[in-house]
T-cell receptor, first 115, second 116 residues
């Protein structure tokens, strides 16, 4: 089975541009998570969804960040406008909940560089 | 509040040495999971193990072993006869199950360098 799929793998953009990161979770998983990893702050949870509904977005740093999950097999994380401090690796993860299956599986990440 | 501490920032060993990565956690919940993930130089996060708070049995998988001790709130990871391919950053994480969700709280990670 395919794991979590993220695209693009690398993104270089200029300050002020809109950036959209995409994620396809593992089929059947009912939780989806977006994380950001930086040297300074480590791994941070930005937002997570349960059955396509955003549950906790308290980790989203600013209004410039937004996330959607229009269906069970697709989610986006959008940054508009982007800033150099948004440069980081963004991970998507998915999991089941219940029945002892609560393991988050991570995608390969999107390495974002904002110039 | 929940917290995961990995006190060892970096560890450097020579191939074939045994190495233990420490993980100490804090939680108010009685039901929780503990995890270890590996992040090799290529950058992906690879799941290694999950341990339920009710299961204190140690686990061995090949050269990897995990020691879970609730009395000391620790979940340590030992690599026996380390190899260069073990070089990576290793993250310990805690997931509380209260409230019907499984947020992961990560430690800061331990960077392991295995030299030939």
């Amino acid at each position: 089975d395919a794991g979590v799929i993220q695209s693009p793998r690398h993104e270089v953009t200029e300050m002020g541009q809109e950036v959209t990161l995409r994620c396809k979770p593992i089929s059947g998983h009912d939780y989806l998570f977006w994380y950001r990893q930086t040297m300074m702050r480590g791994l941070e949870l930005l937002i997570y969804f349960n059955n396509n509904v955003p549950i906790d977005d308290s980790g989203m740093p600013e209004d410039r960040f937004s996330a959607k999950m229009p269906n069970a097999s697709f989610s986006t994380l959008k940054i508009q406008p982007s800033e150099p401090r948004d440069s980081a690796v963004y991970f998507c993860a998915s999991s089941f909940f219940g029945g002892g299956r609560e393991t988050q599986y991570f995608g390969p990440g999107t390495r974002l560089l904002v110039l | 509040a929940q917290k995961v501490t990995q006190a060892q920032t970096e560890i450097s060993v020579v191939e074939k040495e045994d190495v233990t990565l420490d993980c100490v956690y804090e939680t108010r919940d009685t039901t929780y999971y503990l995890f270890w993930y590996k992040q090799p130089p290529s950058g992906e996060l690879v799941f290694l193990i999950r341990r339920n708070s009710f299961d204190e049995q140690n686990e061995i998988s090949g050269r990897y072993s995990w020691n879970f001790q609730k009395s000391t709130s620790s979940f340590n990871f030992t690599i026996t006869a380390s190899q260069v391919v073990d070089s990576a950053v290793y993250f310990c994480a805690l997931s509380e199950l209260s409230g019907g969700y499984n947020k992961l709280i990560f430690g800061a990670g331990t960077r392991l360098a295995v030299h030939p």
